[in-house]
Nanobody, 125 residues
Framework: QVQLIGLGGKLVQAGDSLRISCVAS????????VAWFRHAPGNEREFVSA????????RYADSVQGRFTISRDNVKNMAYLQMNSLKPDDTDVYYC??????????????????WGQGTQVTVSS
């Protein structure tokens, strides 16, 4: 079983860049698909990005394609989300998640078994 902790969220200005991190402990993190979701009060949890265990494959929501980059370091048991050209609409609590199954980079919340606590990203205009 893997434990995840999301870190690095903060208040930034529109147009700024920010990198948030996900620290993993326990389990076989290097063999899991890792994803980032975001969630604002009153909204459903929204898929942002996912990365395969080997980092060969990545997937992005249309809303962040070209602005966000997901990456991971399996030696350090960490995953990252580099967010550029941030907009006020990107304001959300961001969650990292891990899927131990060997499969596609799912966009579905219920297909991820492990979740970290959220980290708040606030983008002011």
């Amino acid at each position: 079983q893997v434990q995840l902790i999301g870190l690095g969220g903060k208040l930034v200005q529109a147009g700024d860049s920010l990198r948030i991190s996900c620290v993993a402990s326990g389990g076989a993190f290097s063999s899991y698909v890792v994803a980032w979701f975001r969630h604002a009060p009153g909204n459903e949890r929204e898929f942002v990005s996912a990365i395969s265990p080997s980092s060969v494959n990545t997937r992005y929501a249309d809303s962040v394609q070209g602005r966000f980059t997901i990456s991971r370091d399996n030696v350090k048991n960490m995953a990252y989300l580099q967010m550029n050209s941030l907009k006020p609409d990107d304001t959300d609590v961001y969650y990292c998640a891990a899927d131990p199954r060997d499969g596609t980079l799912s966009t579905l919340v219920w297909e991820y078994e492990y979740w970290g606590q959220g980290t708040q990203v606030t983008v002011s205009s």
